[in-house]
């Protein structure tokens, strides 16, 4: 199991471009599209199938992630593959989505007053 860990960080590691300022590791493969919400993420692929290399590295150095936990990135730099606390780190999907409705009810409050009934009826012929 090392010997293919250590196989699959080499592979990783001869198309990563340290940053000396941040610390980063950029990633200089293929990336996720250019648009949507898992655009423009480090991409490779490993034993046929096509994975998210930061995700990929943080395993190798972490072990797995839990079904329920992401890999978010500290550093705000999406092509960072640096599996170091100061760049990847591990939350919960439920924080990310907890997150994500509070921000949407907060632009929503000052829309309520029956629009949303018209919008709910996908007007059947
Ligand atoms: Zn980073």
Redesign the pocket.
Known sequence: MSGRRARIRQKIMLRVHV?PE????IWTGPRSGKQGRGAGYPRMSLDGATVAVHRTMFIIEHGPIPPKKQID???R?RL?V?PSP???EMVTHLRNMLRRDAAKRGEQKHDHGGREDRAAKPGKP
């Open positions: 940053d941040t610390g980063c590791w990135h500290k550093c730099n960072c640096n100061d760049h990847l």
